[in-house]
Nanobody
Framework: QVQLVESGGGLVQPGGSLRLSCVAS????????MGWYRQPPGKERELVAT???????NYVDSVKGRFTISRDNAKNTVYLQMNSLKPEDTAVYYC???????????????WGRGTQVTVSS
């Protein structure tokens, strides 16, 4: 199987920045798509941003112009640079990845355990 581990969450003041990282480990052959979801307190999980193996990106409207998703294919890592953070960005952020692993190749969809981001003064 493929495991995902997030890091980089924390407490930041409004207007501040954080960078989240997520590393995939295991017998990874290829990762077609990686991305970030978030779940604010008392709300449903929502898509934040995704990036394909060809670096095509997609963002939820509320973070466009503030967040940037990127990936390092050699390191099986996806990043989320979050700038101009707002209190409404407070949530648990989850990494996900879809691709192939093992021999023979099998498809996978994996999720990380989440990292807390709190934006508050």
């Amino acid at each position: 199987q493929v495991q995902l581990v997030e890091s980089g969450g924390g407490l930041v003041q409004p207007g501040g920045s954080l960078r989240l990282s997520c590393v995939a480990s295991g017998s990874v052959f290829s990762i077609n798509a990686m991305g970030w979801y978030r779940q604010p307190p008392g709300k449903e999980r929502e898509l934040v941003a995704t990036i394909t193996i060809g670096d095509t990106t997609n963002y939820v409207d509320s973070v466009k112009g503030r967040f940037t998703i990127s990936r390092d294919n050699a390191k099986n890592t996806v990043y989320l640079q979050m700038n101009s953070l707002k209190p409404e960005d407070t949530a648990v952020y989850y990494c996900y990845a879809q691709g192939y692993y093992g021999t023979p190749y099998r498809s996978f969809t994996s999720w990380g355990r989440g990292t807390q981001v709190t934006v508050s003064s």
